[in-house]
């Protein structure tokens, strides 16, 4: 067997019993049989255990639940195959996706790659649908080498790339919010080369809610500013669109031109929340235009109703990790 064709498959799961089964008899019916599967049981409370086990995956098992980055460390620590690839115990991988990854890594210049969410989702709700497209579309416009994420969902990197870096930085507690982008950034400062292969490619069965989404976005906001607030001065890599970066001020700035509008009742100010408003759908365009063309035009719609809500606990997750950064709070 060729060293690319060993390909370690790390999972982390608590209470994933609903949906790993279907995880893991799509990774053994891979084109390229997996080296081997291990499944790190983070204090699962369901059968989580007992379906891995029964479908030969290893099972490493911890008694207190260490969350995302401390259970994929050690499922790392105890792989063997020369490729570590680390998914999700919700993410259905395509057929093809070990032997693409095994395909990208034979260029020694590659150190690890990512994939992409598939666009076939398979719940129809909107939050669903919102949260899971937003992901593929804002992955998918990134450069296809040299990226400074690293995607855990579907990924992969060379073992020993991994470990001289350190792994995941276990400071990150509780399920997966920025450990991995986090790595991602060591990854690409030290020179390595991740690519983003959109073959590789997986289904995500995770349904949202709209709290779930605002809920996640918030954390995830406060996680990757504080991120970016310990680097600063240094060059920092991000997945997150220009144009979204660019609609959170200029939301605020139309809250407080409406607010103000209605205190004083100044129709000059009206006027100019109304102005930043029309700014705000302008630059969020490309994402709606994407949506209607993926999911119609209702589902564009119904996104460019909650776009200005998910912006708002963006920026307020933003500000809650500068006050706590001020604070001396690092994570």
Known sequence: MSLLARVSIIIPTHNGAATLAACLDALQAASIAPYEIIVVDDASTDASAAIA?????????VNENIGAARAKNAGAAAATGAI??????????????????????RDARVAGVVGLLSAQIPFRDFASQYKNFWMRFSYERLP???IGVFYTSIAAIRRE??????????????????????F?????????NILLDPRIAGVHHK???????????????????????RKWGQ???????????????????????FIGAV??????????AALFALDFYVINSVWFIYLARERGIGMALRAALFQPLDVVAVGAGMLAAGVEFVRGTRY
Request: proline letters at 3%.
């Open 53 to 61: 086990e029964r479908r030969g995956a290893r099972v490493l098992r």
């Open 84 to 105: 570590l690839f680390f998914t999700d115990d919700d993410v259905i991988i395509s057929p093809d996706a070990l032997a693409r990854v095994a395909d990208c890594l």
């Open 144 to 146: 296809r080498e040299r």
């Open 161 to 182: 790339i991994f470990h001289s870096l350190g792994g995941f930085d276990e400071n990150y507690r509780g399920a997966s919010i920025a450990e991995d982008t986090e």
């Open 184 to 192: 991602g950034q060591r990854a690409w400062a030290a020179g390595h």
């Open 207 to 229: 349904r949202y809610s709209l709290a779930q989404v605002l809920q996640t976005d918030f954390r995830r906001a406060r996680a990757l500013t504080l991120m970016r607030l």
């Open 235 to 257: 060059p920092f890599f991000t997945s997150v669109p220009v144009f979204y970066q660019l609609a959170v001020p200029l939301t605020f700035v139309t809250l407080a031109l």
């Open 263 to 272: 205190i004083f009742n100044n129709l000059i100010l009206l006027l100019l």
